[in-house]
């Protein structure tokens, strides 16, 4: 790694999300609404995207028209179950948890291509194991909120990775210029569909909940870009992911430090309650720098 300042992308990316991930629950708290706030992200990002598609060489493809399609439709799930497990869950739970996409990603490659599985993945799962069983504490309402947590981030990552592994296959193919924005745009078109279901227009959104929904939002949308942005320019996706999975442990420190101003109670649940959920974001860490390296 002859430039290794191409790794502040991912680290600033890590940081990005754990701050949008206070700034869009605060919003749905105000008010924003959960499908209202997926639909603001999603589009917030589509539009931000479009612009690189003018910088794409070449006609775009038709005999794989479906890759991107697909992509998207992941990328959209993927969204939706953040946006899920935030609302309804613990930022402090929920994103460590998220992490362990890399590790769904190295799954998913497994049976995709029939290969050996390393004895270090089997360690990275017991990690992420373990990790999921040190959040089993308080009473019976949290623990249930918990669940909750864990599953929609479990879902969420297990999302992002088939989303991960279809740009891996078919990105070089399309290119980074036509495959991602196209990918991102799908992403917000199929946003769409949440307008029905709105229980309020877009109009009616307090204005206190804009105050965090929109920087939110914008937040979301840049750490894309730059995780992409360094994917895309200098590889290295095993130092990338490694570093951007920081953002786990980053969110927990972020509650525990200004969690106060997003109004965010979190850390309300008592210093072991947090040390558990610090060691877990750990443990997914670890477990996701062994799949990685390996």
């Known amino acids: 790694m002859n430039n290794p300042w191409f790794l502040l992308f991912p680290l600033a990316s890590a940081l990005g999300y754990a701050l949008s991930a206070l700034f869009l629950k605060r919003a749905m708290e105000e008010g924003a609404g959960v499908l209202r706030t997926g639909f603001v992200a999603n589009v917030t990002m589509g539009i931000l995207f479009l612009p690189i598609l003018f910088f794409a060489e070449g006609p775009l493809l038709e005999e794989n028209w ?138 009616t959104i307090p204005q206190g909940a804009w105050c965090w929904l929109a920087p939110g939002a914008l937040l979301l949308s840049l750490q894309a870009i730059s995780i992409a942005y360094a994917l895309s320019t200098y590889g290295s996706a095993t130092a990338v992911n490694v570093v951007y999975s920081l953002r786990g442990i980053m969110s927990i420190l972020l509650v525990l430090s200004i969690g106060s101003f997003f109004g965010n109670v979190e850390r309300s649940a008592g210093g072991s309650v947090m040390t558990r959920r610090l060691v877990s974001g750990a443990l997914i860490f670890v477990a996701v720098l062994l799949v990685l390296i390996n």
């Open 66 to 203: 479906h890759a991107p399609v697909i992509t998207a439709a992941f990328f959209f799930l993927g969204q939706i179950f953040t946006i899920l497990a935030l609302r309804k869950g613990d930022v402090s739970v929920a994103t460590p948890l998220m992490g362990s996409k890399v590790i769904f990603v190295a799954a998913i490659s497994v049976i995709v291509l029939p290969e050996p599985v390393p004895l270090a993945w089997w360690f990275a799962a017991m990690l992420a194991f373990w990790s999921v069983w040190l959040l089993r504490v308080g009473r019976p309402a949290d623990r249930r909120r918990l669940v909750v947590s864990i599953t929609f981030a479990l879902l969420s990552a297990a999302s992002f990775a088939v989303c991960d592994v279809m740009v891996q296959r078919h990105g070089a193919e399309w290119g980074f210029e036509r495959f991602v924005p196209l990918v991102f745009g799908m992403a917000a078109v199929f946003s769409i569909g949440f307008m029905p279901f709105f229980r309020d227009p877009l109009s």
